[in-house]
């Protein structure tokens, strides 16, 4: 069975930084494409960043430039490194894998699929 755990939320002032990592498990394939998307509350769903199994990866808008997605030779850590952060980040955040479909922010964005973490709580304040 499938299991994501984020860790490495926390509260920091806007400017700073944080870096949030997802422990993977139980996936039994290789190719899948993982990602994060974050949730405020009373606000839609965000993807923000995806990466494929060769490494490709993709960023919204709204993050390009700032954050930095990465995963480990083994796939069994996903990473978020988050700089220049806006109180606008501020959301709860929860890594996803092996949703079915093309690897980009824009399917993470409406997918019911795949697996998601419990969330980790990223606050910044101005």
């Known amino acids: 069975q499938v299991q994501l755990k984020e860790s490495g939320g926390g509260s920091v002032e806007s400017g700073g930084s944080l870096s949030l990592s997802c422990a993977v498990s139980g996936v039994m394939y290789a190719t899948f494409c993982m990602g994060w998307f974050r949730q405020a509350p009373g606000k839609k769903r965000e993807a923000v960043a995806t990466?494929?199994?060769?490494?490709?990866?993709r960023y919204a808008d709204s993050v390009k430039g700032r954050f930095t997605i990465s995963q480990d030779d083994t796939r069994n850590t996903l990473s978020l490194q988050m700089n220049n952060l806006k109180p606008e980040d501020t959301a709860l955040y929860h890594c996803a894998a092996a949703w079915p479909g093309p690897c980009g922010v824009e399917v993470l964005q409406s997918t019911t699929g795949g697996v998601w973490g419990q969330g980790t709580q990223v606050t910044v304040s101005s």
């Open positions: 990466i494929a199994s060769h490494g490709a990866t």
